[in-house]
């Protein structure tokens, strides 16, 4: 109830803002039946934490939709479809939308719903826009993943840290399907040629409902690493960083980009480490690259947050590329299209700008970007928000 509360008094917000405009804008008000799109997301449970900001961002961006003319004619509608971070009703939702033949929808937002709903929508639709770059869509399929994947931002993440010197990392890792992923995209990033002085001295593994990681953290203590490495989300990397507070282990730590949420770094406030990175994409840095359609994209994203009083955080920045692709999608397409319609579409975009950079879903199909979308993110404690640690593709700045 409190994140409906919250995502309705955040609409509620923007529709005033946008009828602050002007009488003038009323002639252009969308009517008729909304356009409805589907979104797959985790707003209880425990992906709330970023499932329930990807919420808000959908109302937002459905406001800002229909106060710019909506689709068609017609107002845009977002329907949330709460998972409960639970992969049985991801499948269960996705066999629903492929029933109703609907084009297309967004999410899930978890990789391990990206996986479980692959294969029912993989052949025949619907076409689904995966919230996550640890999602791997598969070549010609109806998933789409509109990140750099997870193996280029482990790539990205090794590169800043080899650029600066660091060569001994550990890795700590949930046995979930995030810890999975991640372990075979640094197994692929650490095999790379420019990798080959670079040593992975411990790898260990956690269940996410484990309470303590203790005893893996005295294994890597023990092999004197320079970085860790721990790819996981919400309250598992909270744990991780608890035990290493407590037993007095302060190294470099990356992380997913999907932690960096300002309520997660206050809860952890009192023991984050001197320095926390996060792997993460071109949107969570908006403004800080060279002035251009991106940069002209990521100031706009910025100022429709500031008007409903809310500031960049991951949630916002993981749903917004792919839920403004679901709009364009919407708006060039019949209006009773099919998902081969929404497919074909998509599969020959090129030259979309968006928050990440600009899309190519020909040269890079089932992405629409590359490596030179990673970006190494930090928390920076002295203003309490989050920096540019690296350039594009993981570079040294």
């Not at 068609?72 to 269960?92: A, S």
């Not at 040629?193 to 269940?207: D, F, G, I, K, S």
């Not at 979309?352 to 199909?365: A, E, K, Q, R, S």
């Amino acid at each position: 109830m409190n994140v409906q509360r919250l995502s309705i008094a955040v609409f509620a917000c923007v529709l005033a803002l946008g009828a602050a405009k002007g009488a003038a804008a009323a002639p252009g008000a969308p009517s008729g039946a909304p356009i409805e799109i589907n979104a797959i997301l985790s707003t209880t449970g425990n992906g709330a934490f970023i499932g329930s900001t990807e919420a808000n961002a959908l109302h937002v961006i459905e406001a800002d939709v229909n106060a710019s003319g909506g689709i068609q004619g017609r107002p845009l509608h977002f329907n949330i479809l709460d998972d409960q971070t639970n992969t049985q009703l991801d499948v269960q939702f996705a066999n629903d939308l492929a029933a109703k033949k609907v084009p297309l929808f967004l999410g899930p937002n978890i990789p391990a719903a990206c996986f479980a709903t692959g294969p029912i929508i993989d052949k025949t639709g619907p076409l689904s826009l995966c919230l996550n770059p640890f999602g791997h869509p598969a070549p010609g399929s109806y998933q789409y993943a509109p990140f750099a994947d997870s193996y280029q931002v482990a790539a990205g993440t090794l590169r800043y840290y080899r650029e600066r010197g660091i060569t001994r990392i550990a890795m700590l890792n949930a046995t979930d399907g995030t810890g999975r992923d991640s372990d075979l995209a640094f197994a692929y990033a650490f095999r790379l040629p420019e990798n080959r002085n670079m040593t992975l001295v411990a790898q260990e593994h956690y269940a996410p409902g484990d309470v303590s990681v203790s005893a893996q953290l005295a294994h890597i203590k023990a092999t004197n690493p320079q970085a860790l490495i721990s790819y996981n989300t919400g309250a598992p990397f909270g744990t991780v960083l608890r035990g290493m507070h407590d037993d007095g282990i302060d190294v470099p730590v990356a992380t997913s980009g999907g932690n960096m949420t300002y309520g997660q770094m206050q809860q952890y406030a009192q023991f984050i480490p001197s320095e926390l990175d996060f792997g993460a994409q071109l949107a969570f840095a908006p403004g800080d690259i060279a002035p251009g359609p991106v940069r002209d994209k990521q100031l706009a994203f910025v100022a429709t947050l500031k008007k409903a009083s809310l500031r960049p955080e991951a949630g916002y920045e993981t749903v917004w590329d792919p839920a403004q692709l679901a709009v364009d999608i919407m708006r060039h397409i019949p209006a009773d299209a099919d998902a081969a319609a929404a497919r074909a579409y998509l599969a020959k975009l090129h030259g979309w700008v968006g928050l990440d950079g600009v899309y190519d879903f020909i040269g890079f199909p089932q992405r629409g970007i590359g490596v030179n979308a990673v970006l190494i993110m930090r928390w920076d404690p002295s203003t309490k928000t989050f920096v540019p640690a690296s350039r594009r593709g993981g570079a040294k700045r």
